[in-house]
């Protein structure tokens, strides 16, 4: 019995973690509380109607897709010490689409069109794409792949700040106005950790500013603060509002 337990990958040899190894550290922390968060997700959505009950099982699929990635890139990086780049992006690419789509959803209600979602969910596959160029096939012109994926970035954060998607927040009112401007603080400033990451992490001119901080540290807090600080926004949005509906 004790064979056949340790022959099953998840009883398998565990890889030592230094007691200096920040990056290490930070993606066990991660996957446990990506999973944590999920669980919470999952087991709430029932109590909420339909409206909200979608949402917040968007909220939950972002942050046990991240489980299952930082699963792996805990792994990944304990046996080669290396960035999981790979894993990192298809991650991103993945979750990132969806907060598009939590977008989409609350402002369903003010009547958001497809095309919103559509919109966004392109630019955000460029701005991933094109920083995936940048940290991997083309790290040489790493500043130029980070400018467009940074134009992207702004693209999203305008059409959110000050764009269509406003426009709808503000017809929706009351409790969906409010979790939207959270969420726009959300893609503002804790979006922008990931260029800081990035910067930290490939050559350039930009190269040593900040000071030497691990790439991957910064990706983690980064996903940590949006996956879940989103996801809890929108759990939020769903008690608020079902409790005045209900009044
Ligand atoms: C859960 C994961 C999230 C919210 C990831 C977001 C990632 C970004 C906003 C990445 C942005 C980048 C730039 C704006 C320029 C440099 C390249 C990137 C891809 C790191």
Not at 44 to 56: A, G, I, L
Request: aromatic residues 18%; contains cysteine.
């Amino acid at each position: 019995m004790y064979s056949l337990l340790t022959n099953i990958s998840l009883f398998a040899d565990v890889s030592k973690l230094a007691v200096d190894d920040y990056v290490g550290f930070t993606f066990f922390v991660g996957c446990m509380a990506m999973m944590a968060a999920s669980a919470f997700f999952f087991l709430s959505m029932n109590t909420f109607d339909r409206k909200w009950k979608t949402s917040v099982l968007v909220s939950g699929l972002i942050t046990f897709i991240a489980a299952v990635h930082y699963w792996y890139m805990r792994d990944y990086w304990a046996a080669n010490m290396e960035s999981p780049t790979f894993f990192r992006y298809v991650d991103w690419v993945l979750t990132v689409p969806l907060m598009c789509v939590e977008f989409y959803l609350i402002l369903k209600v003010a009547g958001a069109k497809r095309s919103l979602m559509w919109n966004m969910i392109w630019l955000s596959v460029i701005m991933l794409v094109t920083g995936y160029f940048g940290e991997t096939l083309y790290r040489d012109q790493a500043w130029f792949w980070g400018l467009i994926s940074g134009i992207a970035y702004f693209i999203i954060v305008a059409i959110i700040w000050v764009g269509p998607a406003k426009k709808l927040a503000v017809q929706a009112g009351g409790e969906v106005l409010k979790a939207h401007k959270t969420l726009c603080w959300f893609v503002l400033v804790g979006w922008a950790i990931y260029p800081i990451g990035y910067m930290a992490g490939t050559p350039g001119w930009y190269e040593g500013i900040f000071g030497g901080l691990p790439m991957d540290v910064i990706y983690n807090i980064g996903d940590a603060v949006n996956k879940i600080g989103f996801g809890l926004v929108i759990y939020n949005l769903a008690v608020t509002a079902s409790a005045k509906e209900t009044a």
